[in-house]
């Protein structure tokens, strides 16, 4: 928006319509301002060695880096640059005090780059299982997997992006729209990962909504810039990441792109205020890929690791390395600061290892080859680099499980369960293989055969695909049916003569498919362009409809599809989202066909009539020149179901085929006796008092001449980013021209405050997350649930909040469980409504308030199926 042209409409609106509406006018032009900028907030808060379930891993962390040089320390939190050793992603070495290199990898779906690693079903269709065991057992076993590849930070899970829009390419990476599913999808994913040994690292840090404009580069000079207000910020976006950080995540990554024009890697509101402060982030926070645009400012601004290093990569140059040696000797990077990453990094890795003495890296994510350069980049010091360890255990059952139980039944008018058909015909490329082989592409980046996970930085390499196609055959060759499959979407006639035959139960595959930006698949660069099925999906669903009065419709998608053209045909009996079931594929989706697993998944997302009614969408073209794109989050916290409850009933976008939380069983259930007890009647008590001044540890000699490549050490590698100064000249061994600045003419007030600074109400004290008054249970609300069909079946029932105050959707997703009832058996499903539960961020008082008001509770089925209703006394 330019401010001229805004202040002249102004002053014709003032003309016009009177005073009133001026002040309208000059609210949302205030809003707007608000939103185009991003508050400072300095200084960087240094950890708390006594915070809850991290003073043991302090304690050693602080016995470690006591002992480390600056050099050491440099090291510690700059990586070696993009492909200079193994992983993704490595910082350099403390051979010294025998600490390895330590390795970043992939990630979301299982360890990238590798081989005799398992795909697991992408983090959406975990989310759809909302079962908190099977999520904690798949990042349990990704822990596994990754830790016996060597690998010590895996970069997931991910929360942003949240889900603001359905088309947004790696929606499917993280959980769901909704804050609270998408919460608990993270901090039981960070509990098993770390349990498993290795540090979990929530990402992308924050509101890293879309793929398009996520980094500058044509024709775009600064990347995009999302744009929050505080409240949105507080009551949706940074909610999961609360959860991350209460559940003990050792590491968060700062997103690419900006959040109200400042890059969320040197976003002091961010990364300071929100994250480390008031949040109480223990962990460290590193850089997404090249997201680092800075050096001292993103050190003061709370970046604790920049990855991979380089500028940009194999550039052989650093923000930080010799830069941040000669920051921290200079003094423009407080020597508290850099003591505080080394001592949060070393935290996190203490707390998921006990010893320091690691496994080595077993594999080189650059080559399958068993023999290369242990420096890539560089090419150097050939030798065997990769292990082929495999890594699955028994993954692969607990990966049919999880996307069995998280395949969503749709629509079921009495056709499944399966028993023992007469003949099935199915339909469709996405039941059968890829035919170039399941890894074919890069990164996953194409779209041929079954879909088992997106494209992308998430994605991995499949030890086996086992296609519908062929599990599904092999249950018929069993029962003794007749079978016959056409793996092709455009065998128009052949499809019409098989599925017309007599007896045919036809299963027709479809998928829409989507990744991440640097891969463009069929001109869907990241995001999708429409939410619409590719290949000709639609037509071929229609087309065999047309010719079967018994079609069952089995989609895998990376999120919502349009069925809006044929949901309700009466020849169409079943719908199935087995949303990406990764490596298990046909063995899941038979299960469920068959009976075998009930139905127990629900939906992670809303399924719109028309890719409109889902409010926000993807920005595809820049609306602000050349410069960054700006993204308002105008709707609030209105997205997926709580923006279709808003549109007023009446309007054809209230619409909704599937609501959030649907999901059908081969059993049914029912719901009664809603009970409300107040259980704690505890007032909230902001938190108040003073940090400790920063602590720093060991000294540093202050001389540039011992900084000084040791060359008659080792040999300087190509590429490779060191921490040490090429010149005891520091103008010279910087590399930049602007060199000698004081921190006072270019970084913010307060940004090298070292002193005691007070606690801010919101946050935590000791304790991560917050507020410890937030997670205080207020009400114990418990309702009854029976199955009341005739086979054993597992129910999700959901409690839903209407809360008063301004700006509050009709409904929010609070609690939920997976209950398994036997028939006839009635079980209590019971939820803590906590403080936070029924709080609304008051962005004045900056803080969580309880509004007056009827406070209205409903348990039910889904969003829109809410069976029971109360108010909390
Ligand atoms: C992605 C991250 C990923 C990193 C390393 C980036 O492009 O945004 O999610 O962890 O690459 O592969």
Request: hydrophobic letters at 35%.
């Amino acid at each position: 928006m330019k401010p001229a042209a805004a202040l002249l409409c102004l002053a014709v609106l003032a003309l016009a319509v009177g005073a009133s509406s001026v002040d309208t006018h000059h609210r949302q032009l205030d809003q707007r301002a608000a939103l185009e900028r991003s508050a400072p907030f300095y200084p960087s808060p240094w950890m708390n060695p006594d915070a809850d379930g991290w003073k043991e891993a302090y304690a050693e962390a602080k016995k470690f880096v006591s002992q480390m040089t600056l050099l050491e320390k440099v090291n510690l939190t700059t990586g070696i640059g993009w492909a200079s050793e193994q992983c993704v992603g490595n910082v350099g070495a403390i051979p010294r005090l025998g600490l390895r290199s330590l390795c970043m990898q992939d990630a979301p779906v299982g360890v990238r780059g590798t081989d005799f690693n398992s795909v697991f079903p992408s983090g959406q269709t975990a989310a759809a299982t909302f079962d908190r065991t099977l999520i904690y057992r798949r990042g349990f076993a990704m822990g596994k997997e990754a830790k016996g590849k060597g690998v010590n930070v895996l970069l997931g899970p991910v929360a942003g992006p949240l889900g603001r829009m359905p088309a947004a390419g790696r929606n499917w990476e993280g959980f769901s729209p909704d804050p609270v599913l998408t919460g608990v999808g993270m901090a039981e994913s960070i509990k098993g990962i770390q349990d498993a040994g290795v540090i979990a690292c929530a990402k992308h840090f924050i509101a890293n909504e879309q793929e398009h404009f996520r980094t500058p580069g044509d024709p775009v000079k600064e990347a995009l810039s999302s744009n929050i207000d505080d409240k949105t910020m507080h009551e949706l976006y940074l909610w999961p990441f609360a959860d991350a950080v209460r559940a003990g995540v050792g590491s968060v990554m700062c997103s690419y792109q900006q959040v109200n024009n400042s890059y969320a890697c040197q976003n002091s509101k961010i990364l300071n205020n929100l994250l480390k402060d008031e949040l109480g982030f223990q962990g460290f926070v590193m850089s997404d890929w090249s997201a680092q645009h800075t050096g001292v400012a993103s050190a003061v601004a709370g970046l604790d690791m920049t990855m991979p290093g380089d500028t940009e990569f194999n550039t052989g140059i650093s923000f930080w390395g010799t830069n941040l040696t000669l920051g921290v000797l200079n003094g423009t990077v407080p020597a508290y600061r850099i003591d505080d990453m080394a001592m949060r990094i070393m935290a996190a890795f203490f707390k998921v290892s006990k010893s320091i003495e690691l496994d080595p890296i077993n594999f080189s994510f650059w080559t399958s080859d068993t023999y290369g350069p242990l420096h890539w980049e560089a090419k150097k010091d050939y030798q065997q680099i990769n292990y082929h360890v495999d890594v699955r255990a028994d993954h692969g059952n607990l990966i049919r499980e999880i996307a069995a139980k998280g395949t969503v039944l749709l629509k079921n008018t009495g056709s499944l369960p399966l028993k023992k058909p007469k003949f099935v015909a199915v339909i469709g490329e996405d039941a059968g293989p890829n035919p170039n082989g399941p890894n074919s592409c890069g990164d996953r980046g194409c779209n041929s055969g079954t879909l088992g996970v997106g494209w992308g930085s998430g994605t991995a390499n499949y030890p086996y695909l086992v296609t519908p196609d062929a599990a599904l055959q092999a249950q018929a060759v069993q029962d003794g049916s007749r079978y016959e499959s056409i793996l092709s979407n455009y065998a128009t006639s052949q499809t019409q003569a098989l599925v017309s035959q007599a007896n045919v139960t036809a299963i027709v595959f479809a998928n829409a498919n989507s990744g991440e930006a640097y891969i463009t698949v069929d001109g869907n660069m990241g995001d999708r362009k429409n939410l619409t099925l590719w290949n000709n999906g639609d037509a071929l669903i229609k087309h065999v409809a047309a010719h079967c009065a018994n079609t069952i419709v089995v989609i895998h998608s990376v999120g919502p599809v349009l069925l809006t053209d044929w949901h309700a045909n009466p020849n169409i009996t079943a719908i199935l989202w087995a949303g990406l079931p990764g490596q298990e594929s046909g063995n899941s989706i038979t299960d469920v066909l068959y009976g075998k697993v009930n139905p127990a998944g629900r939906s992670p997302f809303t399924w719109g009539a028309t890719r409109e009614s889902y409010g926000p969408d993807i920005m595809y073209t820049p609306n602000n020149g050349a410069d960054a794109p700006q993204q308002d989050f105008t709707e609030g916290v209105f997205i997926d179901y709580r923006h279709f409850d808003r549109t007023p009933a009446t309007s054809p976008d209230n619409k909704v085929l599937y609501p959030f939380g649907h999901g059908l069983s081969y059993t049914s259930f029912s719901y009664r006796n809603l009970r409300i007890t107040k259980s704690h009647p505890s007032t909230y008590t902001p938190t108040t008092g003073q940090t400790a001044k920063a602590p720093t540890f060991g000294a540093f000699s202050p001389n540039p001449k011992d900084y000084l490549f040791p060359s008659d050490q080792f040999p300087y590698l190509r590429h490779f980013i060191y921490p040490y100064l090429n010149s005891s000249d520091p103008r010279t061994a910087s590399l930049d021209p602007h060199y000698g600045q004081s921190a006072a003419q270019f970084l913010p007030p307060h940004a090298t405050d070292d002193s005691s600074q007070p606690l801010l109400r919101a946050s935590g004290g000791r304790s991560p997350g917050g507020n410890r008054g937030l997670y205080d249970v207020l009400w114990d609300v418990t309702a009854e649930v029976t199955n009341t069909g005739k086979i054993i079946g597992e129910e999700v029932p959901q409690l839903y909040l209407s809360l008063p105050g301004e700006g509050q959707p009709k409904v929010v997703l609070r609690g939920f469980e997976k209950v398994r009832i036997d028939p006839g058996q009635t079980v209590e499903f019971r939820v803590r409504v906590t403080r936070r539960d029924v709080s609304e961020w008051d962005v004045g008082v900056q803080d969580w308030v309880v509004r007056e008001g009827v406070k209205r509770v409903w348990v039910g089925r889904s969003s829109r199926e809410l069976e029971l209703e109360g108010v909390l006394p």
